[in-house]
């Protein structure tokens, strides 16, 4: 099992910066892949970020340059720096883990992008 606790979002204006975390129940390093996604009003989830056991990154073109994904071990969180944010990156953001082959998902936190 793995429990995931997202916070940090909030309302920003364009060209404005935010950074997310995950609270993870379990160390990290047992974690296969930590990963970021976003659910726009009206849209399918989609990727945002992941990274693996083995500190491999991987971005949506949308977010390259603008958006970092790491993870703070001895802490066992997993954050995404937004900079640089777009009217268009407003979502609710969820963490999600995937352990011994499952899939595990935090509530989401709200990330508005506007002025």
């Known amino acids: 099992q793995v429990q995931l606790v997202e916070s940090g979002g909030g309302l920003v204006q364009p060209g404005g910066s935010l950074r997310l975390s995950c609270a993870v129940s379990?160390?990290?390093?047992?974690?296969?892949?930590m990963g970021w996604y976003r659910q726009a009003p009206g849209k399918e989830r989609e990727l945002v970020a992941t990274?693996?056991?083995?500190?491999?990154?991987n971005y949506q073109d949308s977010v390259k340059g603008r958006f970092t994904i790491s993870r703070d071990i001895p802490r066992n969180t997993v954050s995404l720096q937004m900079n640089g944010l777009k009217p268009e990156d407003t979502a609710v953001y969820y963490c999600?883990?995937?352990?011994?082959?499952?899939?595990?998902w935090g509530k989401g936190t709200l990330v508005t992008v506007s002025s």
């Open positions: 379990r160390s990290i390093f047992s974690i296969n892949v």
């Open positions: 999600n883990a995937i352990y011994v082959l499952k899939d595990y």
């Open positions: 990274i693996t056991s083995g500190g491999t990154t």
